[in-house]
T-cell receptor, first 114, second 115 residues
């Protein structure tokens, strides 16, 4: 799994730039992955998901890329806006009868400067 | 449509006190989950309920108990609170049992401080 601690990775970008947030996952048996956005004082909000039989999925202004060979997931945000400032978490779910249990990464703080 | 509602939003307890955190969802979801989030960390699963009438331990169950009261409600109880249980607690729900690829929907959390 990812290392844990008090110092989250941070990414600072200018408004209008593209952002890329990375995540390394630990379980090679995981077959479903989700990106969540968490704003201060709020619960995680679903952004986009991807299944292990895909390597790319696009939503509105967001794209998730999955590289199972190196167990890496990334979230690309196009034309980043100040409202995108938040903590972003990746989460993985193992295959089999997991009942949807998720394992979360530690998160990345995205700050968008106007 | 409120989604997942957690009460209370904030609570301060003394060591040794007991407390029940409430969670209700109005989306007719089968599965429900309790997580804790500590500073600078991702969410860790405490307990979950795959469907009404069942509960199972997650990654960090010690010191907690849960009750799936009905399909809508899933409560988390601290019998004897300890300072190490100071955290933000999140409840989540998910549509259907046995269907893997569906995201969980989260409430806005209960911020719990234990002195």
């Amino acid at each position: 799994g990812e290392s844990v601690g008090l110092h989250l990775p941070t990414l600072s970008v200018q408004e209008g730039d593209n952002s890329i947030i990375n995540c390394a996952y630990s379980n090679s048996a995981s077959d479903y992955f989700i990106w969540y956005k968490q704003e201060s004082g709020k619960g995680p909000q679903f952004i986009i998901d991807i299944r292990s039989n895909m390597d790319k999925r696009q939503g509105q202004r967001v794209t998730v890329l999955l590289n199972k060979t190196v167990k890496h997931l990334s979230l690309q945000i196009a034309a980043t806006q100040p409202g995108d400032s938040a903590v972003y978490f990746c989460a993985e779910s193992p295959g089999g009868t997991s009942y949807g249990k998720l394992t979360f990464g530690q998160g990345t703080i995205l700050t968008v400067h106007p | 449509n409120a989604g997942v509602t957690q009460t209370p939003k904030f609570q301060v307890l003394k060591t040794g006190q007991s407390m029940t955190l409430q969670c209700a969802q109005d989306m007719n979801h089968n599965s429900m989950y309790w997580y804790r989030q500590d500073p600078g960390m991702g969410l860790r699963l405490i307990y979950y309920s795959a469907s009404e009438g069942t509960t199972d331990k997650g990654e960090v169950p010690n010191g907690y108990n849960v009750s799936r009261l009905n399909k809508r409600e899933f409560s988390l109880r601290l019998e004897s609170a300890a300072p190490s249980q100071t955290s933000v607690y999140f409840c989540a729900s998910r549509p259907r049992q046995g269907v893997k690829d569906q995201p969980q929907h989260f409430g806005d959390g209960t911020r719990l401080s234990i002195l």
